[in-house]
Structures are given as structure tokens and as C-alpha cells.
């Protein structure tokens, strides 16, 4: 019973986010690799944390990276580039730790609106988005290339008094 109570404790202890550098993409590049069946380069990676309005995110437990997240920052809008997590660390709350912080981020940044694409058939990632608060603003149809399944575009509104209208 108390292993129980721990458990669902630690569950639902927000993650440690830390700033990924360039010392981890090799670790990075391995990790998406176990993730997703296209997958970016180191250099790739070596190109974006290059650039300023990029910002890319991991858990660590354990000193091994298990989670990461990219997004941009594009004046006063954010995107979510890529989301992954380590398939034997999944369900314990690492994406939602990750958004959270993505989140926070943005705020702090000044962002409005923070935007994503999902394939439509990815279950575990529309409920970490819709749970963090993130609503369905588009589907394009037949999207992806390899096997022609929609995306859903997903945003957030970080400051919902703009879609109060103003009173002239
Ligand atoms: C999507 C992904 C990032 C989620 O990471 P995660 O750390 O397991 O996510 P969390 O633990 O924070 O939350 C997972 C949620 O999905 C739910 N879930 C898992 N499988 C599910 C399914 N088949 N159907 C519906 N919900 C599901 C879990 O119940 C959990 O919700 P809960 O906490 O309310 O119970 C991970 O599955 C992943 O890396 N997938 C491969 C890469 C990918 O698809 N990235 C997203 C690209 S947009």
C-alpha cells in the first residue's frame, strides 16, 4: 500500500528540464533514432542550437537523457518541432514535464500562441497535449508523406483575453 502511494507520488512529480548542449546530441540523435522512423542528423542539430529562437530540452535521470524537446520561438508565436520520450520510460509523466516547462518558456518569452503538428492516430501525444491544454485548430488531410494519415494542427492560447473582442 505505501509502495502504492509512492509511486503515484513520484508519478506525478514534475521532471527535471534542463537546456540539452552540445555534448548531448550524439545521445540525442541515439535517443530519436529509438523513437521515430525519420530522424535529424547531429548536424542538424549542431545547425539549431547554433540559432538563437531555437530552444531544445531533456530529462536526465540517471545522468542519460530519456526525454527531449524541440521547439522555435518565432516573435510573438511558438512551435513544437519534435517530442519524444525513451520507449521503457514512457507513462511516468516526461512529456508532460517537458510541455510544462515548453510552456513556461514561452510565457516567459513573451509567446501567444504556441502551435504543433500530431499525427492523428498518436493517442499518447494528442492526450499529453490536450491534457496540457492544447485544442484541435486544423486537420490536414493525408499529410504525411509514408503513409498519407492526417495531421492535426494543435495550439495553445497563452493569453486568452485575445479572443475577448474589444469594446470601441
Ligand atoms: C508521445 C510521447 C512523447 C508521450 O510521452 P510520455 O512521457 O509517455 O507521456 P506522459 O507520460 O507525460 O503521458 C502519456 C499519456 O498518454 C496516455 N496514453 C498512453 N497510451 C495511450 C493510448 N494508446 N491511448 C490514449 N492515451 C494513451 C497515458 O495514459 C498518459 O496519460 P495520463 O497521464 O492521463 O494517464 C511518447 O509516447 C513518445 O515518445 N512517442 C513517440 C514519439 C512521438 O510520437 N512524439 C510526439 C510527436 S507529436
Known amino acids: 500500500m505505501l509502495f502504492m502511494v509512492l509511486a503515484g507520488i513520484m508519478l506525478k512529480t514534475p521532471h527535471q528540464v534542463y537546456p540539452i548542449e552540445k555534448e548531448h546530441l550524439a545521445e540525442l540523435v541515439f535517443l530519436e533514432r529509438q523513437c521515430f522512423a525519420q530522424t535529424w542528423t547531429i548536424e542538424q542539430y549542431q545547425e539549431i542550437l547554433d540559432q538563437d529562437n531555437y530552444r531544445v530540452l531533456g530529462i536526465f535521470p540517471d545522468n542519460r537523457l530519456n526525454a527531449y524537446i524541440v521547439f522555435c520561438l518565432i516573435q510573438d508565436e511558438a512551435e513544437i518541432i519534435n517530442l519524444a520520450v525513451h520507449p521503457e520510460f514512457r507513462n511516468i509523466g516526461l512529456a508532460r514535464s517537458l510541455i510544462s516547462k515548453t510552456i513556461d518558456v514561452c510565457a516567459q518569452a513573451m509567446v501567444k500562441k504556441i502551435f504543433l503538428e ?41 493569453i486568452p483575453s485575445d479572443n475577448i473582442p474589444t469594446q470601441d
Do not use: M, T, W
Open 118 to 158: 500530431v499525427r492523428s492516430s498518436n493517442l499518447p501525444a494528442l492526450s499529453v497535449y490536450r491534457d496540457s491544454g492544447f485544442v484541435e485548430v486544423a486537420r490536414r488531410i493525408k499529410y504525411y508523406q509514408d503513409d498519407h494519415e492526417d495531421a492535426l494542427v494543435l495550439s495553445l492560447n497563452l
